[in-house]
T-cell receptor, first 115, second 114 residues
Framework: GAGVSQSPSNKVTEKGKDVELRCDPI?????LYWYRQSLGQGLEFLIY????????KSGLPSDRFSAERTGGSVSTLTIQRTQQEDSAVYLC?????????????FGEGSRLTVL | GQQLNQSPQSMFIQEGEDVSMNCTSS?????WLWYKQEPGEGPVLLIA?????ELTSNGRLTAQFGITRKDSFLNISASIPSDVGIYFC??????????????FGKGTKLSVKP
């Protein structure tokens, strides 16, 4: 597709369940970011992938959170044993590093609600 | 860790008024960027600034890269209702930083009264 695609757009789950959120970046973009945005708040950095380099996981809030990026393209963010405080919009962004640095293209986000 | 101080946190203005918001940091950045997020959407890039002192316009929007490389401002002239949203600044370093070398401010929420 033309833009960053995220799925599901909405996810309601029960506390304690695992969830997977998917991001399909713009084709050819080497950098991929995950952010979390709580209601009306700013962007909280979670994880950053760049090409084949080791990901920067410094923003993951706990070991219940993990992410992978297969084949340098699609990424999956996994949250295990979800808690109510995990409720937020999870935004994915991609960037072509050889273009203007920092010019991220964001998806529309996956809204997670943990009951 | 690195932080960007973005202000004001929120603004309520009358249609037609000019708007000004800014970001400051204790660290130097190589690039300053301004994004806008509308409800239910992801942020969209408005303006990117690559050189200290650079002043760039995009329609009614004007942004500047501070000469010290530690700050940037965004002005919106003659605001209209569709300017409503959250505006984020972001600073980028080419190397040596964390978070993919990109730091976001906490956002300025703009509300416009017709």
């Amino acid at each position: 597709g033309a833009g960053v695609s995220q799925s599901p757009s909405n996810k309601v789950t029960e506390k304690g369940k695992d969830v997977e959120l998917r991001c399909d970046p713009i084709s050819g973009h080497t950098a991929l970011y995950w952010y979390r945005q709580s209601l009306g708040q700013g962007l909280e950095f979670l994880i950053y992938f760049q090409g084949n380099s080791a990901p920067d996981k410094s923003g993951l809030p706990s070991d219940r959170f993990s992410a992978e990026r297969t084949g340098g393209s699609v990424s999956t963010l996994t949250i295990q044993r979800t808690q109510q405080e995990d409720s937020a919009v999870y935004l994915c962004a991609s960037s072509l590093l050889t273009s203007g640095v920092g010019e991220l293209f964001f998806g529309e986000g996956s809204r997670l609600t943990v009951l | 860790g690195q932080q960007l101080n973005q202000s004001p946190q929120s603004m309520f203005i009358q249609e037609g008024e000019d708007v000004s918001m800014n970001c400051t940091s204790s660290s130097i950045f190589n690039t300053w960027l301004w994004y806008k997020q509308e409800p239910g959407e992801g942020p969209v890039l408005l303006i990117a600034l690559y050189k200290a002192g650079e002043l760039t316009s995009n329609g009614r929007l004007t942004a500047q890269f501070g000469i010290t490389r530690k700050d940037s401002f965004l002005n919106i002239s003659a605001s209209i209702p569709s300017d409503v949203g959250i505006y984020f600044c972001a600073g980028h370093r080419h190397y040596g930083g964390s978070q993919g070398n990109l730091i976001f401010g906490k956002g300025t929420k703009l509300s416009v009264k017709p």
